[in-house]
């Protein structure tokens, strides 16, 4: 059975107007898959984030994450943005370790288990070429720099999804590619379900196992692609 499972999901945004973000989207996203959503600006990318998230529950249609209906904000799911957003005054190593004092069940084990998760946090930060930053503040750190410590955040406790909305589309193509190799070795090291938006067709090929394709507003899948096998790509 499929990862995730979308069937038929619609979103409508109420409020004066009303908006129709995303219509009739069916799709299956395996365990352990890689998949870029590309699309139009505004055709409802981060609403299907939001939505495999249970950030948001769909109007119509349903969504079945790991085998279970989503009713709630999911606690599996990891997310990285477009833009970090760091706690000003924490401390990197403390702003990668924000999702375990935010979910409930990471609380109660990171009261018992600190010394472990703290390890976790310097081994990703180390890992996306951060050691030696954990006691910085964010501000003292680049833009790319604080794009590297947010995934290490998204990733910290080791969720089996991972939801990344234009992760690097801040950044320029250098640093951008680094980070590409950055995320994949991070994928490759525990496999998590990845949901990548981007708007950067290059980056989907290179780090997709499969592209989909979404119209413009109202978001259909319109195209879905596998992209050839060609890792290792370093
Ligand atoms: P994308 O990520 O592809 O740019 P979004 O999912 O952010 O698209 O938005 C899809 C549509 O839904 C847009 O028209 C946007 O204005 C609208 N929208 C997004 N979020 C909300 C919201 N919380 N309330 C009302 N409309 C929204
Ligand atoms: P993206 O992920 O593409 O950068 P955003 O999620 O920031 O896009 O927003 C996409 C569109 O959705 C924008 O036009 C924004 O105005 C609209 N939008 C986002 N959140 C809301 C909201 N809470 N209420 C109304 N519109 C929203």
Redo the contacts with the bound molecule.
């Keep these: 059975r499929p990862f995730a499972e979308l069937s038929d999901v619609a979103?409508h945004?109420?409020?004066a107007e009303?908006?129709?973000?995303?219509e009739g989207v069916t799709m299956n996203v395996d365990h352990g898959e890689l998949v870029a959503v590309v699309?139009?600006?505004?055709?409802?990318?981060?609403?299907?984030?939001?939505l495999m998230s249970g950030l948001?529950l769909p109007t119509d249609g349903g969504v079945i994450i790991d085998g279970k209906e989503v009713d709630r904000p999911l606690s599996i799911v990891g997310m990285a943005f477009q833009n970090p957003t760091m706690l000003p005054w924490r401390t990197i190593l403390e702003n990668v370790m924000l999702p375990l004092e935010v979910v409930a069940e990471h609380k109660h084990r990171l009261r018992s288990h600190r010394a472990h998760y703290e390890a976790r946090a310097r081994e990703l930060l180390a890992l996306v070429g951060l050691a030696g930053f954990e006691h910085k503040l964010p501000h003292q750190l680049s833009g790319g720099m604080q794009q590297r410590a947010s995934l290490c955040r998204a990733l910290i406790h080791d969720p089996k999804l991972l939801m990344l909305?234009?992760p690097f589309g801040a950044l320029d193509i250098f640093t951008r590619e680094d980070l590409w190799a950055v995320l994949q070795e991070l994928w490759l090291a525990r496999r998590p379900t990845v949901m990548l938006?981007t708007h950067d067709l290059r980056e989907a090929v290179y780090l997709a196992d499969r592209i989909v394709v979404?119209s413009a507003?109202?978001?259909r899948v319109i195209a879905e692609r596998r992209v050839p096998f060609v890792r290792p790509r370093r």
């Design positions: 979103m945004y109420g409020g009303g908006t129709l973000a995303l699309g139009p600006s505004g055709c409802g990318k981060s609403t299907l984030m939001r948001w909305d234009e938006v979404l507003r109202p978001g």
